[in-house]
């Protein structure tokens, strides 16, 4: 048993989720109690999407134990099916689903759909959401290529002369951070090298596409925590090379393009960064040598993490004092990442363990998640999102990839505008009434250019006309005005006093507050 | 999941089975925990548990939130004795850290319920250990057992035996149960007192260490409709639960009001003379609201059991008119004097079937749906304007100063909609 305040990841079955909601014609049959439909406001909320999730939930009741929750689940998947007519179905079960023992592949199996079923199973109670997405990535892959695996030993047929090299990119997702402008990214990139995409999984593909991966050249994992798995199975199965650099920052995205370049036989120059990078001159100019050496903490999944690294050390010239992650399932290229840079790095789960961490290397910019970024502010240090876990803010309306040069650019503004609002940010904090709770605390994500709470305003403004100086608050109103919301408090005041002044009033009861609140409606 | 419809009239009650999507009571937690201010949560529960809370309150993150989720694993599931073991430990780590909390909730969990973790008794032996410094309570929040108010509901029931009780010679006493807003309880107060109703004492109090005595003399208003154990465990005390619509709208409060007045033998004329002044500023800023509202047609998704009386408010003070009025669970009783005023042959859905209820929204194109999170955007992408119902729970909507507030949220989604012209 873990106490848990905030978790880096959802359970399993919200992985699953996100491939099913990145592709196209697929359905998900979750055997799941009514609470667990929250993680349909994960994608509607938080990333924004047009559609529900192509989810349906059982949602069976503690009445229903015992006697039908198979049926249940028997009958939610047929009406799945004749309503969504998808191409394939996922079924599973959640952590409460997974104790009673259902077996909803062996249910589904049972229903006889005229479409391929894919049962998954994802123990709730060992493994998280990153490991859900790559386990029901890689169980849709097999399922849907296995039929067109050559027999063992077979020869891959070489390229016919004059076509162009064909490669599947795999592993951008739905609630994925910046997955959306990557793939965008990635495509430019491989455009301009002549590579064709035959299949971009699991983002939009659909279950017919999945059926063709075997028919590319190659594979490019750009996200290892959700494809690795899928693309070491096509190597072995269908003989497809893959490239696992993850084109984040300026030195990954050229080895990127060289790696492949050379899998597809053409140069890579045409790929090659161009005047539109700015991100090695922007940290040479004079302006960033106050970036030197400056100590920043990073943390986040591991790719990422990895990459952020890298760019810190070796593009903006800071000293990366410590590096962590909570992919535990790839604690390994973290832990030699660190090394090279002469850390042990944090491999953990628990987010008090890694707020202990930043409180006692004080370091003065934090790469990191929305985790980090609370820790971040309680400790008046600058910070700057990495990776997941996602907040409706990592789904900007703009452009904004993290991977290729645009990426890299994107980057340099990102991590270097909250450390010119530093000093700001501490002369902020000193306002604040108190550090926990009080109603002053801004929203932590609207970072350092967060309300402030209305106190430093000094009182009376010189903007206040003489009638409304001479106004005075009865006690109670005072009070009364205090149980406002600090956001909407300074409006009431001026409305408040607005009112009383126009109206001849000289002190401000409870009753003349509400007669303005009523008088001007929100 | 099929449908099981049955047609009873008046008011048509459709009774539904299917997929429902509402949140669990967990959900609760999220409010419950700025009201009682020395409480602390603790799920026990799974890595979903813990999920949905931060999902659902990841609106606002504070540092040091009073909840947390005591997470069940591969190993606790091997042998029940060791579960307990660690959840002794967890509590320990938890209240070492935090040592401001007094009053401790072991909330429990579809998890847990189903692997039978008796957190009863773990709150017995744990209260025993930590006393008298902390008290140990707990109730359920599972989403099998509990549909997101209901963890409310759970909660103050929870709390009832501990109240203190009332002495016997201290005459009648009036308790609000259901967690109000500050600002409302101190407006609902100021009325009381106008009213020569008192003493009024509110169910949660604020602190843990504050609790409202209780016994044969009290007097209960519910100012919440899903209450329903918190309302029976109240009567088990000797408390007596006075029937009311609920405190939405001028309408609803002025009445709610008078059921507290007739109790304590007040004359209904003093009700109107004491509420004058409020009604007819209420009055006047809801008039705002009706000129944009009246006649648009709403269809409201359960989600909170609030929908009646809401749909009453809406319906009667602001003249929109109904479709359909979701709830996941109809409390007939406490719920009588809201049914009876809601216009006759009004759909009233109970439970769910989520896809035939968004067939059924989709054919009725209503002017404004009230639903929950998960399906607010993809009904606006269909074209349709809604208002999340979500927000209901967590803004001041009760009494009179609160109706025009009220009646705002579910203008401005419409208001929204004529002001963007791209
Ligand atoms: S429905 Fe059950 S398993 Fe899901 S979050 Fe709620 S209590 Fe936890
Ligand atoms: S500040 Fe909080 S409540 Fe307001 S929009 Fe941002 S997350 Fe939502």
């Keep these: 048993m873990e106490l848990t305040v905030w978790t880096y990841e959802g359970p399993p079955h919200v992985g699953a989720m996100r491939i099913a909601t990145a592709m196209e014609g697929v359905h998900y049959v979750l055997h799941a109690?009514?609470?667990?439909?929250?993680?349909?406001?994960?994608?509607?909320?938080?990333?924004?999407?047009?559609?529900?999730?192509?989810?349906?939930?059982?949602?069976?009741q503690a009445r229903d134990l015992g006697s039908d929750t198979a049926e249940l689940f028997q009958t939610a998947a047929r009406e799945a099916y004749e309503r969504f007519r998808p191409a394939a179905m996922l079924v599973g079960a959640s952590c409460t689903a997974e104790l009673i023992q259902d077996d909803p592949g062996g249910l589904a199996k049972a229903l006889n759909l005229p479409i391929p079923?894919?049962?998954?199973?994802?123990?709730?109670?060992?493994?998280?959401?990153?490991?859900?997405?790559?386990?029901?990535?890689?169980?849709?892959?097999?399922?849907?290529?296995?039929?067109?695996?050559?027999p063992p030993g077979s020869q891959r047929p070489a390229r016919p002369a004059g076509q162009a090299a064909r490669c599947n990119v795999l592993g951008p997702t739905a609630l994925g951070f910046r997955h959306r402008d990557d793939v965008a990214e990635v495509k430019r990139l491989l455009d301009r090298l002549g590579v064709q995409i035959n299949v971009l999984a699991p983002w939009q593909a659909t279950p017919a596409d999945l059926a063709r991966l075997g028919e590319a050249d190659f594979n490019i994992v750009l996200y290892p925590e959700i494809a690795q798995q899928a693309a070491s199975w096509l190597q072995r199965s269908f003989g497809q090379p893959m490239v696992t650099t993850v084109p984040i920052g300026v030195g990954a995205t050229t080895d990127f393009i060289r790696e492949v370049a050379a899998l597809a036989g053409v140069a890579p120059e045409p790929a090659l960064a161009g005047p539109e990078l700015r991100l090695p001159w922007y940290s040479r100019s004079v302006d960033s040598t106050y970036l030197t050496g400056k100590r920043v903490f990073i943390f986040g999944d591991a790719t990422h993490a990895v990459a952020a690294a890298r760019i810190a050390a070796e593009e903006l010239g800071f000293a990366v004092v410590g590096l962590g992650t909570y992919s535990r399932e790839f604690a390994r290229e973290v832990r030699a990442a660190a090394k090279r840079l002469e850390l042990e790095a944090l491999i953990t789960d628990d987010y008090l363990e890694v707020e202990a961490k930043i409180a006692e290397l004080q370091p003065e910019l934090v790469l990191g998640t929305q985790m980090e970024r609370h820790v971040a502010k309680r400790l008046g240090i600058p910070c700057a999102l990495i990776s997941a876990p996602m907040h409706v803010q990592d789904f900007?309306?703009?452009?904004?990839?993290?991977?290729?040069?645009?990426?890299?650019?994107?980057?340099?503004?990102?991590?270097?505008h909250p450390l010119m609002m530093g000093l700001e940010e501490h002369l902020l904090g000193m306002f604040r009434e108190d550090f926990e709770f009080h109603d002053g605390a801004a929203p932590s994500h609207l970072g350092s250019h967060a309300a402030l709470p209305e106190a430093p305003v000094p009182s009376p403004q010189p903007a206040r006309d003489a009638a409304v100086a001479a106004l005075a608050w009865a006690q109670d109103a005072e009070l009364e005005l205090k149980k406002i919301p600090f956001f909407v408090r300074g409006k009431a005041r001026r409305n408040t006093e607005r009112f009383a002044s126009e109206r001849g009033v000289q002190t401000i009861t409870v009753e003349t507050l509400y007669d303005a609140k009523a008088h001007f409606g929100r | 999941m099929s449908t099981a419809a049955t047609l009873c009239a008046p008011p048509a009650i459709l009774r539904e089975r299917g997929q429902h999507e509402v949140f669990c009571g967990l959900t609760g937690i999220i409010w419950l925990h700025r009201k009682i201010q020395d409480a602390f949560f603790l799920v026990v529960g799974s890595r979903t548990c813990a999920h949905l809370i931060q999902s659902a309150a990841g609106v606002m993150i504070f540092a040091e939130p009073r909840f947390a989720t005591a997470i069940i694993g591969e190993r606790d599931l091997a042998g029940l004795a060791d579960v307990n073991d660690e959840l002794d430990r967890v509590v320990g780590r938890l209240l070492e850290r935090r040592p401001d909390i007094r009053l401790l909730f072991l909330v429990g969990s579809c998890p847990s319920e189903v692997i039978k973790l008796d957190l009863g008794r773990a709150a017995e032996r744990l209260s025993k250990s930590?006393?008298?410094?902390?008290?140990?309570?707990?109730?359920?929040?599972?989403?099998?057992?509990t549909t997101f108010t209901?963890?409310?509901?759970?909660c103050l029931a929870a709390l009832v035996p501990e109240l203190p009780a009332a002495p016997e010679s201290a005459g009648p006493a009036l308790l609000v149960a259901g967690a109000l807003a500050d600002v409302v309880e101190d407006q609902l107060a100021r009325l009381f007192s106008d009213l020569g109703v008192g003493p009024v004492r509110f169910l949660p109090a604020r602190r843990a260490d504050d609790l409202p005595p209780v016994g044969p003399d009290t007097r209960v208003l519910l100012a919440q409709p899903f209450l329903a154990e918190t309302a029976r465990a109240l009567e088990q005390r000797g408390a007596q639960i006075l029937t009311a619509p609920f405190p939405l709208g001028v309408e609803g409060t002025t009445r709610w009001l008078e059921a507290a007045a007739e109790a304590f033998g007040r004359p209904a004329s003093l009700v109107q003379t004491v509420t004058e002044p409020a009604r007819q500023r209420a009055a006047r800023?809801?008039?705002?609201?009706r000129e944009l509202l009246a006649g648009k047609r709403v269809f409201?998704?359960?989600?909170?059991?609030?929908?009646?009386?809401?749909?009453r408010f809406l319906a009667r003070e602001l003249d929109m008119q109904l479709i359909e009025v979701g709830t996941p669970y109809l409390h007939k009783q406490h719920l009588a004097a809201e049914l009876a005023l809601l216009p006759a042959g009004t759909r009233i859905a109970e439970g769910q079937h989520v896809e035939n209820q968004l067939d059924r929204c989709r054919v009725a194109k209503p002017d404004l749906v009230v639903c929950g999170l998960g399906l607010a955007n993809p009904l606006e992408a269909e074209g349709l304007t809604t208002k999340w119902s979500i927000e209901l729970l967590f803004t001041p909507i009760q009494g009179y100063e609160q109706a025009a507030d009220l009646a705002e949220l579910f203008a401005r989604p419409l208001i929204r909609r004529t002001r963007l012209v791209a």
Excluded: C, H
């Excluded at chain 1, 049962?119 to 890689?138: D, I, S, V």
């Excluded at chain 2, 409201?300 to 749909?311: G, I, K, M, V």
């Design chain 2, 300 to 311: 409201l998704f359960p989600d909170s059991q609030l929908e009646p009386p809401l749909a």
């Design chain 1, 117 to 150: 079923v894919v049962p998954l199973e994802l123990p709730a109670y060992q493994r998280k959401e990153n490991w859900g997405a790559a386990e029901t990535f890689y169980q849709m892959v097999r399922a849907l290529a296995g039929p067109a695996v050559p």
């Design chain 2, 130 to 145: 930590f006393a008298p410094k902390v008290r140990v309570l707990n109730y359920s929040g599972s989403g099998i057992e």
């Design chain 2, 285 to 289: 800023a809801l008039g705002r609201y």
């Design chain 1, 33 to 60: 109690p009514q609470g667990d439909t929250y993680a349909d406001l994960l994608f509607t909320m938080i990333e924004r999407r047009a559609k529900r999730p192509p989810v349906t939930y059982t949602t069976f």
């Design chain 2, 150 to 154: 209901q963890g409310e509901d759970a």
């Design chain 1, 396 to 416: 900007p309306a703009r452009y904004s990839p993290q991977m290729g040069f645009e990426g890299a650019n994107v980057i340099f503004d990102a991590w270097v």
